[in-house]
């Protein structure tokens, strides 16, 4: 049973550029989170995907964007990144729009220098 | 005031004692409840949730859940020292489904 996959592991920028993470929810699971996560801190909610629609955003700018697809792969992209870009990008899948638990894949490690 | 908070710790235990990771939220109307387990440089790994108020037990974990408090806390019964790691509560507020809040996290330290 494939968890939530994540690519790519790590990834580095420059200031300005855009980048696209990519997330595969794990099996059985329709709907795709992400979430930002600085150093020393919780991660912070930037929108959620089901049916192939934004359903809930979080406090980010417009910069912030993604996709579901008919599959229910996601994909977050972030442009003009800035140096407080840099996180732990987190996707996590679950099953619907309700309470359940979040399943986490291993994130994305984003760097702009 | 944060919608859910951590005190961030360190919390210092010994091997072998009850480790005691604590919670509150804002959100009265909250119904569901998650810890997570990060280790360093890892992602969430989901490890208890709760509904209802009172105990769930799973193995050497304990949630507690008190929905008048809006408080929740985490028991580890005969810490290790693999116990080691930051521990982050979660909220779903009642009028936003779908929004899962993490807390800061608080770290435990177990030492052998």
């Known amino acids: 049973d494939a968890g939530v996959t994540q690519s790519p592991t790590h990834l580095i920028k420059t200031r300005g550029q855009q980048v696209t993470l990519r997330c595969s929810p794990k099996s059985g699971h329709d709907t795709v989170s992400w979430y930002q996560q600085a150093l020393g801190q919780g991660p912070q909610f930037i929108f959620q995907?089901?049916?192939?629609?934004?359903?809930q955003r979080g406090n980010f700018p417009d910069r912030f964007s993604g996709h579901q697809f008919p599959n229910y792969s996601s994909e977050l992209n972030v442009n003009a990144l800035l140096l407080g870009d840099s996180a732990l990008y987190l996707c996590?899948?679950?099953f619907g729009t309700g309470n359940s638990p979040l399943h986490f894949g291993n994130g994305t490690r984003l760097t702009v220098t | 005031q944060k919608e859910v908070e951590q005190n961030s710790g360190p919390l210092s235990v010994p091997e072998g004692a009850i480790a005691s990771l604590n919670c509150t939220y804002s959100d009265r109307g909250s119904q569901s409840f998650f810890w997570y387990r990060q280790y360093s440089g890892k992602s969430p790994e989901l490890i208890m949730f709760i509904y209802s108020n009172g105990d769930k037990e799973d193995g050497r974990f304990t949630a507690q859940l008190n929905k008048a408090s809006q408080y929740v806390s985490l028991l580890i019964r005969d810490s290790q020292p693999s116990d080691s790691a930051t521990y982050l509560c979660a909220v779903y507020h009642s009028g936003n489904t779908g929004k899962l809040i993490f807390g800061q996290g608080t770290t435990l330290q177990v030492k052998p």
């Open positions: 995907y089901y049916e192939e629609e934004e359903r």
């Open positions: 996590a899948s679950s």
